[in-house]
């Protein structure tokens, strides 16, 4: 439902489906929270549509969609589960990541076969990323006291407990947005928010910082407006959605890691969720500059712009959150539909062609898609419980809240 702030405000922008997968919070590769490794857990619509559709099951369908959200994160709150069998795991590779209605992480083949649960998720816990270099050190954003006025705070730890985790923030955040290692292990990229506004009408900042993964307490400085990001393979460079408050659409944006040579490289429409491919040389992202929401490709550096899907549906489907296979020749992404049968994770070629739906029913709208050899995973920073690793506007753009 799109909401009536003025930061969202556009008339040109593609209706937006109330998404039956509203979340608690979402979180990039980030989530809720639950245990390092793979294997089970301890514990654990509508679109702004055409001029017949009803706003009454809208109303009824997003109250009841809201509800499951809050009942599960209810259930879960004050847990902090982890995986069994083991402390950390390395990610499995060629695995499509993604976060189901219940928050939880998962992941399936590619040809959406062998669905396995990764993550089981919890309502203190927001977004968590994998160290690449040691399957046994994660770091997420973690409150005591989940809700409306949860504060947040970085955490590193072997599996996706606040128990012995080490403290990286001392500075704490409204939300995160997303939470990745850059590939050598050392340094953890985010993107967190602070209130800006009145306490009668908060607003939330976002912005992109840059921490070491081992030191306590850190105070980091923020690089730029952000609400969500991805390092490119080679680490030396970000790739992030940047929406400054005043401005009207997200547009994406790259910079080094230190935060200089800051360039936009996709302004047309709303642009958000980028991702690099594994060799790095390209990038997928969400955009509306066809008319609605698809997904699109471009160079590292932002030439070549072309359209992937091809939904043409008028205001039904929405394409978001998109992940490159390991040798680059496919893309997976989220469809979100009015059916419930063609809702789900699709794949398509990176050239453009035929979509084949791999796994049907609602999820959140973003997947991540791991490397081939388990020496260069990273982790799925953008995998999110509560968050869908990327700022509460986004998900008010597509729909979510």
């Known amino acids: 439902m799109r909401t009536t702030s003025p930061l969202l405000s556009r008339d040109k922008r593609p209706p937006v489906l109330a998404l039956t997968l509203l979340a608690v919070f979402v979180g990039m590769l980030g989530c809720g929270g639950g245990g390092g490794g793979g294997g089970g857990s301890s514990s654990s619509a509508s679109a702004t549509a055409t001029a017949s ?28 589960s982890e995986t069994t069998g083991s402390t950390g795991s390395s990610l499995p590779s060629n695995r499509i990541f993604f976060v189901d209605s219940a928050l939880d992480v998962k992941h399936v083949a590619p040809d959406g076969t062998d669905e396995q649960l990764f993550v089981d998720m919890s309502a203190n816990f927001k977004t968590f990323g994998q160290d690449p270099t040691n399957e046994n050190k994660v770091a997420f954003g973690y409150t005591n006291a989940p809700g409306s006025n949860a504060d947040y705070v970085i955490y590193a730890n072997s599996t996706v407990s606040a128990s012995g985790a080490t403290r ?8 995160i947005g997303s939470i990745m290692f ?9 993107t967190g928010a602070t209130q800006v506004g009145t306490s009668s009408e908060p607003q939330y900042r976002y912005r992109l910082y840059v921490i070491s993964s081992t030191t306590a307490n850190q105070s980091p400085v923020a690089l730029d407006d952000a609400d969500d990001a991805f390092v490119a393979p080679t680490g030396n460079k970000i790739v ?22 800051g360039t936009i490289i996709a302004n047309t429409g709303d642009n ?3 991702q690099y491919n594994k060799s790095g040389d390209m990038i997928s992202f ?32 929405r394409c978001f959150g998109s992940s490159w296979s390991p040798d680059g020749s496919e893309i997976a992404f989220t469809r979100v539909t009015l059916n419930g049968s063609t809702t789900g994770i699709y794949t398509v070629p990176a050239a453009g062609g035929t979509e084949s739906i791999i796994r049907s029913g609602s999820v959140q709208p973003f997947v991540f898609w791991s490397p081939e050899a388990p020496g260069a995973i990273r982790s799925p920073s953008n995998l999110g419980s509560g968050s869908l690793s990327t700022s509460k506007r986004i998900q008010q753009l597509m729909g979510i809240k």
């Open 240 to 261: 992030y959605t940047n929406w400054p408050i005043g401005t009207s659409s997200p547009r994406i944006k790259i910079c080094n890691l230190d935060g200089s040579g």
């Open 168 to 175: 990286l923030t001392q500075t704490s955040f409204k939300d």
């Open 272 to 274: 958000f969720m980028p």
């Open 182 to 190: 850059t590939p050598d292990g050392t340094q953890i990229v985010f």
């Open 53 to 80: 559709a009803s706003a009454t099951a809208t109303a009824t369908a997003s109250a009841s969609a809201t509800a499951t959200a809050t009942a599960t994160a209810t259930a879960t709150a004050g847990t902090t």
């Open 286 to 317: 969400t955009s509306s500059q066809s008319g609605q929401y698809e997904v699109w490709k471009m160079t590292s550096a932002g030439a070549s712009k072309t359209q992937v899907t091809d939904v043409n549906s008028g205001v039904a489907d």
